[in-house]
């Protein structure tokens, strides 16, 4: 039975119980500063493979990480160039994913190539679990070719049959994915234009 727990009365118990259902290779749903997120630890790989077969997401498109802090950037990428260092001291925590070279020795699904996409959020929740329990690979909580999902009732709808733990923050107020920017070399690229403009983004590289 899917349990949901309710964020805004039960702060401290969201986050217990979303450690102990991560720590057991658990999948959960949370709310994050743009819609809500579909979760497992980064170094779980049967929880990562489960999160292609709920969205029934294609392999080949890679999963981001959501991390607490910068410091945890080294448990997941090689090289950081100065145009990515640059985006993460501007954007971050915001509704910026930035790819970069991933470690050589993350052995995990995540990607099937030597990319990986990173991110703090603007959400006092999802960073202080990754404080907690480490960088998380996650996706939107929606199925593939699906609306984004900014509240539980959408996500029930599409994905509640096949998740551990719904932590239900209201609506998301953000509603807009973040942008993606591939940082693997000091010429940045563009992805995805989401919650951050292409103008902002071209400007704080300037100088």
Do not use: H
Not at 159 to 169: H, K, M
């Amino acid at each position: 039975m899917l349990e949901i727990i309710n964020l805004l009365n039960s702060y401290e118990q969201a986050i217990e119980r979303s450690i102990e259902v991560l720590n057991k290779g658990g999948l959960i749903v949370f709310p994050t500063d743009t819609v809500y997120g579909l979760a497992s630890k980064y170094d779980e790989n049967e929880a990562i493979q489960r999160i292609y077969q709920v969205k029934g997401r294609d392999q080949t498109k890679a999963l981001a990480v959501l991390i607490g802090n910068t410091k945890q950037v080294e448990l997941i990428a090689a090289k950081i160039p100065k145009s990515a260092s640059k985006l993460m001291e501007k954007f971050w925590p915001g509704a910026l994913t930035i790819v970069v070279k991933k470690r050589m020795d993350l052995k995990s699904p995540l990607s099937i190539d030597n990319s990986i996409g990173i991110r703090i959020p603007d959400d006092e929740f999802v960073r202080e679990l990754s404080n907690y329990i480490g960088p998380l690979a996650t996706t939107s909580a929606n199925l593939s070719g699906y609306p984004n999902t900014k509240n539980i009732f959408e996500v029930i709808d599409q994905i509640g049959d096949f998740v551990d733990l719904v932590i239900d923050g209201g609506e998301c107020s953000g509603g807009i994915p973040s942008t993606v920017v591939d940082s693997r070399e000091e010429e940045i690229k563009i992805l995805r234009v989401g919650a951050i403009s292409e103008e902002d983004i071209l400007r704080n590289q300037v100088g």
